[in-house]
């Protein structure tokens, strides 16, 4: 069974652009959560989404937003870049309720320079 | 009140030796405790996780101890392993939030 899959891998962008990361579940997880972990600042909740909807939203500025596809894919997408937001950006996926945790992608690596 | 601390940012302990990460939380209305497991350059993998309603947790080397009038919870790794050197970090969630909140992370070092 494949795991939670993320796209690209590294991306480089410079203060001001849009950064669109992508996530695919695993096949019948039909809730997708995102993190950003910074260095040194642990994981922080970013967004969640379950059955096409925005479900519950962390700390975040409007900038950071996103979306879910029929299929239960996600978007996160980063507008106005800034370079505190250089940070490794997690997806992971669950069966809803998650009684029994998440399981994560690898994660997209984003720097902004 | 959502937060979640965790210590030590960093342990090394010897082959064999007992490996011990606390955490502590403030909002009693937490109802699910994960410890997940971090390689470099690899998402968090959960390792064992624990509910309020039980003291202790134990599967195979891994141990969860609750304390819940303390508010606070432990993983302790037995027989440590160079393996097991990684990124630990320690969560919390509310089930109906359906969001962790995370402990900052302990970097374990075990040495050979």
């Known amino acids: 069974e494949a795991g939670v899959t993320q796209s690209p891998t590294h991306l480089i962008k410079t203060r001001g652009q849009q950064a669109t990361l992508r996530c695919s579940p695993i096949?019948?997880?039909?809730?997708v959560y995102w993190y950003q972990q910074a260095l040194g600042l642990g994981l922080q909740f970013l967004l969640w989404?379950?059955?096409?909807?925005?479900?519950n939203r962390g700390n975040f500025p409007p900038r950071f937003s996103g979306r879910q596809f029929p299929n239960y894919s996600s978007e996160l997408n980063v507008n106005a870049l800034e370079l505190e937001d250089s940070a490794l950006y997690l997806c992971?996926?669950?069966?809803?309720?998650?009684?029994?945790?998440?399981?994560f992608g690898s994660g997209t690596r984003l720097t902004v320079v | 009140q959502q937060q979640v601390k965790q210590s030590p940012q960093s342990l090394i302990v010897q082959k064999g030796g007992i490996s011990i990460i606390n955490c502590a939380y403030e909002n009693t209305a937490f109802d699910y405790f994960p410890w997940y497991q971090q390689f470099p350059g690899k998402g968090p993998a959960l390792l064992i996780a624990?509910?309020?309603?039980?003291s202790e947790k134990k599967e195979g080397r891994f141990t969860i101890s609750f304390n819940k009038s303390a508010k606070q919870f432990s993983l302790h790794i037995m027989d440590s392993q160079p393996g097991d050197s990684a990124t630990y970090f320690c969560?919390?969630?509310?089930?109906?939030?359906?969001?962790?909140?995370f402990g900052q992370g302990t970097r374990l070092t075990i040495n050979p």
């Open positions: 992971a996926s669950s069966l809803v309720p998650a009684f029994y945790g998440y399981t």
């Open positions: 969560a919390a969630s509310l089930q109906g939030a359906q969001k962790l909140v």
């Open positions: 989404y379950d059955e096409g909807e925005e479900r």
């Open positions: 096949s019948g997880h039909t809730s």
């Open positions: 624990i509910r309020p309603d039980v």
